[in-house]
């Protein structure tokens, strides 16, 4: 893997976590029935697991800001999983700002490739895999959970044909775990959906540019440089499964401020921004929220 495939594999997973190609450093989640609890950041790292207690200890440690002192006090809390900062509002808030802070951005990348992206590259060499779109699937299944249950239930390599053979059986089988588990990773069957979308496309060295659940990655987007062609925010649209992110988070805060924003584009958003487009004046004409829409919402 060169540095422009690592790059995309963790792009890749950043528009699965956060629907932006960068991630978002700020992104603050939770998602009712997910075990991880209140989940923050890059690629959405959670408090039941007790990474977050690790990643904000990090930060503290590193940053003499009012809001890194702010969140020492709350330290404690995040160490014993206290699960009532689910709720917690103030909390929330100095999260997502302590996202904007330069030292939070570099001690988040430092986390993931240290926890996550340099363990996932160890075990897909361990397990013969040298393709950087398998390398990508491992480093997923890294982030979200199974690689660990369901890599010893796969067959060796040469039995199924080779490595890219093992890897397309190996996302058929997370699927199929995903939709056996509780609310909501079934419905995070998406990104198996992607996957397999990118290995039929053949893109098992992460060419660029290449799509992924709506949104299209190139170099200039990963490098941070004035976006290229195809790389303005998604038009979401009811599709099942529904297309969840930030951007979906910022469109849910914009139409209905006082219910918490899910990050999931399901029926009922939908029918808040029918509306919205509706009553309009004059009347916005677009399929699902696009340009239009965001303009008229100040986004």
């Known amino acids: 893997m060169d540095d422009l495939q690592k790059a995309t594999a963790q792009a890749i997973v950043n528009v699965f976590e956060t629907g932006r190609i960068l991630g978002n450093y700020s992104a603050v989640t939770v998602l009712k029935g997910d075990s991880g609890h209140l989940t923050y950041g890059r690629s959405q790292t959670t408090l039941g697991s007790g990474n977050l207690y690790k990643l904000l200890l990090s930060y503290c440690q590193k940053s003499t800001s009012k809001v890194a002192e702010q969140l020492q006090a709350s330290l404690p809390r995040f160490q014993q999983k206290d699960f009532t900062l689910d709720t917690d509002a103030g909390v929330k808030d100095l ?23 340099a363990p996932a590259l160890r075990a ?43 890897i397309a059986k190996y996302v058929d089988k997370r699927k199929a775990w995903l939709q056996s588990l509780k ?39 990963i ?6 062609p195809g790389t303005q925010p998604r038009t979401l649209r009811l599709v099942s499964p529904y297309l969840r992110g930030d951007d979906v988070k910022q469109i849910q805060a914009k139409l209905n401020p006082g219910d918490t924003a899910d ?11 029918k509306k919205f487009q509706q009553g309009h004046a004059p009347p916005i004409v677009e399929d699902g929220a696009g340009p239009l829409t965001r303009a008229a919402l100040g986004l």
């Open 95 to 117: 999260l997502k700002q302590a996202g904007t802070e330069a030292v939070m951005r570099a001690a988040q990348d430092q986390f993931f490739n240290e926890n996550f992206f």
């Open 124 to 166: 897909a060499d361990a397990a013969g895999i040298t393709q950087p779109l398998g390398q990508a699937v491992v480093y997923d299944s890294h982030i979200q959970g199974g690689w660990g249950a369901l890599q010893p239930q796969m067959p060796a390599l040469n039995a199924v044909g080779g490595e890219t053979a093992w």
């Open 183 to 221: 609310a909501p990773l079934p419905g995070t069957v998406y990104r198996m959906d992607a996957f397999n979308a990118l290995i039929n496309a053949g893109k098992w060295n992460l060419a660029l540019p290449l799509t992924v659940h709506g949104v299209t990655i190139t170099a200039e987007a």
């Open 223 to 228: 490098s941070g440089d004035a976006p290229g």
């Open 263 to 273: 990050g999931i584009y399901g029926p009922f958003t939908d029918a808040l921004v």
